[in-house]
């Protein structure tokens, strides 16, 4: 590890490393200062200050994370200029209908992501040991995984919109516009699943710039496609729905490109290359994926399967809260975006001194990775409490019903109570996920969700003296219980043993 004078000040900490990848895991070197980048190193400086954290662990962090901080924010401004557009150009009941399609959307990063998590711990963990083989192995299990996986959920959505999107919406204008979205999304949902093995395997390489610059792109190209298609075509939802398949096509066709041919023109080698005509099927690598994947895919199904009583227990509000709680969703997914970064650089950076078999400094790692991811996250929730209501704004037209403002502002305020605890909650998945211990995450969600979030939203519904407190409560309920259970696991050390079963040249142990 590179080793920084503790009297490093910031423009010091900056120059000392001007662009990420230049730890010694690292193969890409672009000389750019990204303002992500400095705000990030700005926290983390007076952080290590404060003796909070390490300095070289907040450079490491920094350079892997910031790129899918950048990442989160292009896609999740997307979504949020989905809202927006439609909103605008159709109203309300169009803002409904996407939300009550989102479900269904959500099941495809569920399965894309949740096996994701299997392809970050192998190839992380493979790229520590340098184990190049055992990578491209687990490169392309998880292709044939994911696809195998996606594409009959892809065809059941494409064959049967309404009758999907009418379990949970009630109004059939709203559920025509939501079986109108799900009709085209659904020819998008194995390219999405894709992507997210695509990044993972970059990010577990220690490179997370090439993710950045393919799913950012991804993201402007939906933007402006939605755009065309939405304004300059009048296709509506239809449009919104074109756009987002177009870009994910173009995302995975980027991705493939790339990890064929091991180099982008214009930047150079990359840390990885896969020959794409090697085994796809290996029994033990499937097992692996799986065996650590299958947690992660309940644990993010959970929240997508939640959605669907959630969504209707909403409907009961009324359609201005409706549209209120799709527009602080996206708002709180913007919030949430440092978690792309620092969830994804403690599973890369604990599972590189894992492969490696330095524990200790593992451990130190994702402690130091928590404190940061917090800091963060309480910057972004502050901002976003002062300019609440002008935020809310941009996403409704002139003729939006008065309730929706008001109630939105309130749901945005919740909102902000709720990404503190979502910090911790994803950073300590973090290293649980790089050691393979993903079972608890999965237990926490559930007990979040199920527990908490969607009885506290259905009392709000049906009790007159709780009402809109119930929804607020949900937000807080399903961060803040899965954030506490998930910190008790990682504090157990546990995750430490449970490595040893994944790591590079071994096998897992029949139970």
Same mark, same amino acid.
């Given at each position: 590890?590179?080793?920084?004078?503790?009297?490093?000040?910031?423009?010091e900490?900056?120059?000392?490393?001007?662009?990420?990848?230049?730890?010694?895991?690292?193969?890409?070197?672009?000389?750019?200062?990204?303002?992500?980048?400095?705000?990030?190193?700005?926290?983390?400086?007076?952080?290590?200050?404060?003796?909070?954290?390490?300095?070289?662990?907040?450079?490491?962090?920094?350079?892997?994370?910031?790129?899918?901080?950048?990442?989160?924010?292009?896609?999740?401004?997307?979504?949020?200029?989905?809202?927006?557009?439609v909103?605008?150009?159709?109203?309300?009941?169009?803002?409904?209908?996407?939300?009550?399609?989102?479900?269904?959307?959500?099941?495809?990063?569920?399965?894309?992501?949740?096996?994701?998590?299997?392809?970050?711990?192998?190839?992380?963990?493979?790229?520590?040991?340098?184990?190049?083989?055992?990578?491209?192995?687990?490169?392309?299990?998880?292709?044939?995984?994911?696809?195998?996986?996606?594409?009959?959920?892809?065809?059941?959505?494409?064959?049967?919109?309404?009758?999907?999107?009418?379990?949970?919406?009630?109004?059939?204008?709203?559920?025509?516009?939501?079986?109108?979205?799900?009709?085209?999304?659904?020819?998008?949902?194995?390219f999405?699943?894709?992507?997210?093995?695509?990044?993972?395997?970059?990010?577990?390489?220690?490179?997370?710039?090439?993710?950045?610059?393919?799913?950012?792109?991804?993201?402007?190209?939906?933007?402006?496609?939605?755009a065309?298609?939405?304004?300059?075509?009048?296709?509506?939802?239809?449009?919104?729905?074109?756009?987002?398949?177009?870009?994910?096509?173009?995302v995975?066709?980027?991705?493939?490109?790339?990890?064929?041919?091991?180099?982008?023109?214009?930047?150079?080698?990359?840390?990885?290359?896969?020959?794409?005509?090697?085994?796809?099927?290996?029994?033990?690598?499937?097992?692996?994926?799986?065996?650590?994947?299958?947690?992660?895919?309940?644990?993010?199904?959970?929240?997508?399967?939640?959605?669907?009583?959630?969504?209707?227990?909403?409907?009961?509000?009324?359609?201005?809260?409706?549209?209120?709680?799709?527009?602080?969703?996206?708002?709180?997914?913007?919030?949430?975006?440092?978690?792309?970064?620092?969830?994804?650089?403690?599973s890369?950076?604990?599972?590189?001194?894992?492969?490696?078999?330095?524990?200790?400094?593992?451990?130190?790692?994702?402690?130091?990775?928590?404190?940061?991811?917090?800091?963060?996250?309480? /910057?972004? *929730?502050? &901002?976003? +409490? !002062?300019?609440?209501?002008?935020?809310?704004?941009?996403f $409704? @037209?002139?003729?939006?019903? =008065?309730n929706?403002?008001?109630?939105?502002?309130?749901?945005?305020?919740?909102?902000?109570?709720?990404?503190?605890?979502?910090?911790?909650?994803?950073?300590?998945?973090?290293?649980l996920d790089?050691?393979?211990?993903?079972?608890?995450?999965?237990?926490?969600?559930?007990?979040?969700?199920?527990?908490?979030?969607?009885?506290?939203?259905y /009392?709000? *519904?049906? &009790?007159? +003296? !709780?009402?809109?407190?119930?929804?607020?409560?949900?937000? $807080? @309920?399903?961060?803040?219980? =899965?954030?506490?259970?998930?910190?008790?696991r990682?504090?157990?050390?546990?995750?430490?043993?449970?490595?040893?079963?994944?790591?590079?040249?071994?096998?897992?142990a029949?139970?």
């Amino acid at each position: 590890m590179g080793e920084y004078p503790e009297s490093l000040g910031l423009s010091e900490f900056r120059d000392a490393n001007p662009f990420s990848f230049e730890s010694k895991y690292s193969l890409v070197v672009v000389r750019y200062q990204n303002p992500v980048r400095l705000l990030l190193l700005a926290i983390g400086s007076l952080l290590a200050r404060a003796g909070l954290v390490r300095r070289e662990h907040v450079v490491r962090t920094t350079d892997l994370s910031w790129p899918r901080i950048v990442t989160g924010l292009a896609r999740m401004s997307k979504a949020a200029v989905d809202v927006g557009m439609v909103g605008i150009a159709v109203g309300e009941v169009a803002i409904a209908g996407v939300g009550f399609a989102g479900p269904f959307w959500g099941i495809a990063f569920s399965l894309g992501g949740g096996f994701a998590a299997g392809t970050i711990a192998l190839v992380s963990q493979g790229f520590g040991a340098n184990a190049h083989d055992e990578i491209g192995q687990a490169i392309r299990s998880s292709t044939l995984l994911v696809l195998g996986l996606t594409v009959p959920v892809a065809v059941v959505f494409a064959a049967f919109p309404l009758e999907l999107v009418s379990i949970i919406a009630a109004e059939p204008a709203t559920a025509q516009a939501g079986a109108e979205y799900l009709g085209v999304i659904a020819f998008g949902v194995p390219f999405a699943g894709l992507n997210l093995v695509g990044s993972r395997i970059f990010i577990g390489a220690d490179d997370a710039w090439t993710p950045m610059i393919v799913r950012t792109g991804g993201a402007v190209s939906n933007i402006g496609l939605n755009a065309l298609f939405i304004f300059g075509l009048s296709m509506g939802v239809s449009g919104a729905a074109l756009g987002t398949v177009l870009a994910n096509v173009f995302v995975t066709v980027a991705f493939v490109l790339a990890l064929v041919a091991g180099r982008i023109p214009g930047i150079g080698d990359l840390p990885v290359k896969v020959d794409p005509f090697g085994t796809y099927f290996d029994r033990k690598t499937l097992r692996d994926v799986f065996e650590i994947g299958l947690p992660v895919v309940g644990r993010n199904s959970v929240w997508t399967v939640a959605k669907f009583p959630t969504f209707a227990i909403v409907a009961l509000f009324g359609p201005s809260v409706v549209a209120a709680y799709v527009i602080v969703r996206r708002i709180l997914g913007l919030m949430n975006t440092p978690g792309w970064g620092f969830a994804l650089a403690a599973s890369s950076l604990v599972g590189q001194e894992l492969g490696e078999g330095d524990e200790a400094d593992a451990e130190a790692y994702a402690n130091d990775i928590l404190v940061f991811s917090l800091a963060v996250y309480a /910057l972004f *929730a502050v &901002v976003v +409490a !002062i300019f609440a209501e002008p935020i809310v704004q941009l996403f $409704v @037209g002139p003729n939006a019903d =008065p309730n929706t403002v008001p109630t939105a502002v309130g749901l945005t305020y919740a909102a902000c109570i709720a990404v503190l605890a979502q910090s911790v909650k994803g950073t300590a998945a973090g290293p649980l996920d790089a050691s393979g211990d993903t079972n608890w995450t999965f237990y926490s969600q559930v007990i979040g969700m199920v527990g908490f979030a969607i009885p506290l939203a259905y /009392l709000g *519904a049906t &009790v007159p +003296a !709780i009402g809109i407190v119930g929804l607020y409560l949900s937000f $807080v @309920g399903e961060s803040l219980v =899965p954030a506490i259970i998930n910190f008790w696991r990682y504090r157990s050390g546990k995750w430490k043993l449970i490595s040893q079963q994944y790591g590079p040249d071994t096998t897992v142990a029949d139970d």
